[in-house]
């Protein structure tokens, strides 16, 4: 794919990153297909680039952020990764009916904690769908949390 800045001349202070935010897609849905086909979670390397202006883009397509300081960690939290959606299961025969892990902790009185990224509507649908034809799989729909105490906090949201 050709940049559309060669043929083109744009005053720009220096210095400065000039990025094609439709190469960085292209990118992105090459790693995605990675991850489609090998089943794997691909994460983003803030140390390696912390150009958060793409951050909504690069989202859409990978799992998350490896971060070495707690600044990186932040931003990773902050900018890449979206809400999630907690299911909270009390029934082990339900869990097993669906072959989904966690009825062995519900057996032993804890709680299994089903942690979804989201994931919006569409796909939140679809992920209900596939739990309806047991089609779920820890790692690649959700993490499995378990215990006898769960505490969540949530942010506040600011606009």
Same mark, same amino acid.
């Given at each position: 794919?050709q940049?559309?800045?060669?043929?083109?001349?744009?005053?720009?202070?220096?210095?400065?990153?000039?990025?094609?935010?439709?190469?960085?897609?292209?990118?992105c849905?090459?790693?995605?297909s990675?991850?489609?086909r090998?089943?794997?979670?691909?994460?983003?390397?803030?140390?390696? !680039?912390?150009?958060?202006?793409?951050?909504?883009?690069? +989202?859409e397509?990978?799992?998350?952020?490896?971060a070495?300081?707690?600044?990186?960690?932040?931003?990773?939290?902050?900018r890449?990764?979206?809400s999630?959606?907690?299911?909270?299961?009390?029934?082990? !025969?339900?869990?097993?009916?669906?072959?989904?892990?966690?009825?062995?902790?519900?057996?032993?009185?804890?709680?299994?904690?089903?942690?979804?990224?989201?994931?919006? +509507? !569409?796909m939140?649908?679809?992920?209900?769908? +596939?739990?309806?034809?047991?089609?779920?799989r820890?790692?690649?729909?959700?993490?499995?949390?378990?215990?006898?105490?769960v505490?969540?906090?949530?942010?506040?949201?600011?606009?």
């Amino acid at each position: 794919m050709q940049s559309k800045l060669r043929n083109t001349q744009y005053a720009i202070d220096t210095p400065a990153f000039v990025v094609d935010a439709d190469l960085v897609r292209k990118n992105c849905k090459i790693l995605a297909s990675v991850k489609e086909r090998t089943g794997c979670k691909i994460l983003l390397a803030l140390k390696g !680039f912390a150009m958060w202006p793409l951050f909504p883009v690069i +989202r859409e397509y990978l799992d998350g952020v490896c971060a070495s300081s707690p600044w990186e960690a932040r931003l990773g939290r902050e900018r890449i990764e979206r809400s999630p959606n907690l299911f909270v299961a009390v029934s082990a !025969f339900q869990l097993e009916e669906f072959g989904i892990e966690g009825a062995e902790a519900i057996r032993a009185g804890q709680f299994a904690l089903l942690v979804a990224p989201d994931c919006g +509507r !569409f796909m939140l649908v679809w992920k209900a769908l +596939r739990v309806a034809m047991s089609g779920v799989r820890e790692g690649r729909d959700y993490t499995l949390v378990t215990g006898r105490n769960v505490t969540v906090s949530m942010r506040r949201r600011t606009s």
